[in-house]
């Protein structure tokens, strides 16, 4: 019999609370993720008011500097610790791949001078559409269809973009180029990066709408992912007959592999809340495990470097937190944390190397406090450990620290 009947984990994604002790391993703009702190320079530079988080503990994690308007609860409601990633990366794959048991031993292949032109050719004669040359290269998504968005308009070519993630990005204005053809075009792409040496993590559709100078994207994203190389306690869970929810862009992290149940795209953070408080109190989510991504901290702050959205962004989210712990049955065990930094204070425009919070709670606990820091895959571990799966290739369970 399981400890908790369901379990609910909450991806804020890029929400991360200091760098990781590899942090200098990592460059950003040249610059290495040693200083990097999301959480920390929020704190600090632009305030951060999380009572709910709070409560949980979040103030109680272990930091050199505790975070500066985010005190430290005397009688934690839950239990908190902060988790080091062991694989080598510091994308949103690499981190939920991880999240859920997988060790990353060879990073995917990144761009930084651009796609080679083969790449670029087999879309263009796929596609039968030229690609503009001059986007091919690292850039913010909102800054390239600022700058290529009406040559797209009056010609039709393709605006294609990576970033320091292994992600091919193609953006297209939904009325140039339909939803449904810049699908097609991803799949494409999809299917000629699926080994070294273009080895990419996603493929992601950027549609937009708008004129010049008022370009807005549109919430119909889609990211092309490759599965994982090896099963993840997703896929365990649902080997074993265990129901898996997902909500937001989960389903496409893991190709859909290991999920039996999609609640779909977030058009918001919000909308991504509402979708997992659909889930949480469906007749039909009795026994299993649901899996969220919130993206915008990352996607709308964090690449855009604008710490106040950021902290707003927290804001919203811990306002919603009450909703979803009214969603919680007795014996349900709710999880909170991150999937990398993107520290909107920091150099460049990217992800960086960070531990990541994380925030437990459930109405049965009769305790509260600190858990030993430990790694990301210890998530999975302790997933597998309370639903009597294996777990995936690493993790240790802290299930019985969770009283």
């Known amino acids: 019999m399981s400890k908790f009947n369901r379990m609910h984990l909450i991806v804020l994604d890029s929400v991360g609370i200091g760098a ?35 409560k949980l503990g979040l103030g109680n994690i272990p930091r050199e500097q505790p975070l500066k308007t985010v005190p430290a609860e005397s009688n934690p409601t839950g239990y908190a610790t902060k988790l080091e990633e062991v694989s080598l990366g510091k ?25 080679p032109e083969e790449i670029l050719t087999q879309i263009e004669e796929f596609s039968g559409r030229k690609v503009i040359r001059e986007s091919n290269k690292p850039y913010s998504g909102t800054a390239v269809i600022d700058d290529f968005g009406p040559r797209q308009m009056e010609t ?49 559709a950027r549609p937009y709408v708008g004129e010049p100078g008022n370009f807005t994207r549109t919430s119909n994203r889609r990211d092309l992912a490759i599965s994982p190389f090896a099963p993840t306690v997703l896929d365990k869970l649902n080997e074993a007959g265990i129901d898996t929810y997902s909500v937001g862009k ?40 649901s899996f969220t991504n919130l993206v915008d901290f990352d996607a709308l702050y964090g690449h855009r470097r604008n710490p106040q959205g950021y902290r707003d962004c927290l804001h919203e989210f811990d306002e919603r ?52 820091v430990g790694h990301f895959a210890d998530i999975s571990a302790t997933i597998a450990d309370n639903f009597g799966v294996e777990k995936a290739m690493i993790g240790e369970s802290f299930l019985d620290k969770l009283i």
């Open 91 to 115: 994308d949103t794959m690499t981190g939920h791949w991880e999240i859920m048991g997988l060790n990353i031993t060879e990073p995917f292949d990144t761009f930084w001078n651009g796609f």
């Open 321 to 372: 937190l009450p909703e979803i712990i009214a969603a919680m049955k007795e014996d349900d065990l709710l999880m909170i944390t991150a999937d990398h930094g993107n520290d909107p204070t920091y150099a460049g425009t990217d992800h960086t190397r960070e531990y990541i919070p994380f925030l437990a709670y459930s109405p049965s606990f009769k305790c509260s406090g600190l858990i030993p």
């Open 20 to 54: 990781a002790p590899d942090a200098n391993n990592f460059v950003n703009a040249g610059v290495p993720d040693g200083a990097s702190d999301t959480l920390g320079h929020i704190s600090k530079t632009v305030g951060l008011n999380v009572p709910n988080m709070a």
């Open 156 to 204: 039709g070519e393709l605006i294609i973009y990576t970033s320091a993630d292994p992600v091919l990005q193609i953006a297209a204005h939904e009325d140039i180029i339909p939803v449904e053809e810049l699908y097609r075009i991803c799949e494409f792409a999809r299917s000629i990066t699926l080994e070294r040496p273009a080895l990419l993590g996603r493929i992601i």
């Open 250 to 289: 989960i389903s496409d992290i893991f190709n859909g592999e290991g999920i039996n149940h999609d609640m779909g795209h977030n058009k918001s953070n919000n909308h991504g809340v509402d979708n997992l408080i659909k889930a949480m109190t469906s007749e039909d989510f009795k026994h299993g495990f």
